[in-house]
């Protein structure tokens, strides 16, 4: 097969992925044939809702997969059934997004693909207290240490060097290794992926670069890091205070910011891209993307959600 096919976890069942998904296959074509794992019954039933039918052929498991049809869905069928097509987010999915990842995971395992990516997941119901973000929960599953979450736009890209944790925590997450093992492994990533070297700006921590504390970790940990970082022939600069770096003389400078948290460098990034961006998760041993938003659990039904995230991930993924 010349191209390696997408494989896709439709998540949350009562999410707006079907609706965002429907429109993007039926508007587009992909060189690469797509897997969608996801209930049969589910997308039958938003295929009638929204009056946006797609044809596709069931793959049946029993077996390993043998044959992927091009031009054509193909689907592996997990069961799950509900009264109404749109309900409140619960624990009721679960068990059903549970078997989604499993069946993808032992088919990237095979090394049937390297291409995934997983629709909306609620993190309050699905993972609770037991991981971050769906990044972690994978990483975890994959058994993989040194990750990367990458919000990626082709104009400018933003990382965050902690990623859900919650704020009074962050601080202690800065520190000169967990500095090193992100920039490396998304040099890699930049390397391997887009043939380039990455142009890579790291902001502070606090505001302007600046503490009254004691202990300024911009001055002691974040400065002497990116010195040893451009000795070892990163191509880094900073730490720039994130109130300006994203200024559009500044930003052109650079192909990605990695920040110190999550909404320092994802609240521009969104302002400035907003659906036109999506999540690139790096260091498992698969790519793995996702389109950046949530289920949007109050537009269900409405037909007027935005699709272009789920559009870029899978022309991110189309080669």
Not at 60 to 67: A, E, H, N, T
Not at 252 to 270: C, E, N, R, S
Not at 272 to 296: K, Q
């Amino acid at each position: 097969m010349k191209f390696k096919p997408i494989l896709i976890v439709a998540g949350e069942p009562n999410s707006i992925f079907f609706e965002i998904f429907l429109k993007t296959i039926k508007k587009n074509k992909f060189k690469s044939p797509i897997i969608l794992i996801a209930s049969k019954r589910m997308l039958k039933k938003n295929m009638q809702y929204f009056k946006n039918n797609i044809k596709f052929k069931e793959i049946d498991l029993s077996k390993k997969i043998k044959k992927i049809y091009p031009g054509i869905l193909n689907l592996i069928n997990v069961e799950y059934n509900q009264k109404n097509i749109f309900e409140k987010i619960s624990k009721k999915s679960n068990t059903y997004i549970n078997k989604s990842f499993k069946i993808a995971l032992q088919i990237l395992n095979e090394g049937i693909t390297n291409k995934f990516i997983n629709g909306p997941i609620s993190k309050k119901t699905f993972l609770n207290k037991n991981f971050y973000g769906i990044t972690e929960y994978l990483a975890h599953k994959t058994n993989s240490k040194n990750i990367a979450m990458i919000i990626y736009n082709k104009s400018l890209s933003v990382s965050p060097l902690t990623t859900h944790q919650p704020v009074k925590y962050i601080s202690k997450k800065i520190t000169k290794s967990n500095i090193i093992n992100k920039v490396n492994i998304i040099d890699t990533f930049w390397r391997e992926h887009f043939k380039s070297k990455p142009k890579m700006a790291l902001t502070g921590l606090n505001p302007h670069c600046e503490s009254t504390d004691n202990f300024n970790e911009d001055e002691k940990i974040i400065k002497p890091t990116i010195k040893y970082l451009k000795k070892n022939n990163y191509n880094i600069l900073g730490p720039f205070p994130a109130d300006t770096l994203f200024l559009k003389d500044n930003r052109k400078k650079f192909d990605i910011v990695i920040g110190m948290y999550h909404d320092q460098v994802l609240t521009p990034a969104k302002t400035l891209f907003e659906y036109d961006a999506i999540n690139v998760t790096v260091g498992l041993p698969f790519i793995r993307v996702s389109p950046d938003h949530g289920p949007n659990e109050q537009m269900l039904g409405k037909n007027k959600s935005n699709h272009l995230s789920i559009l870029r991930s899978l022309q991110f993924l189309d080669f």
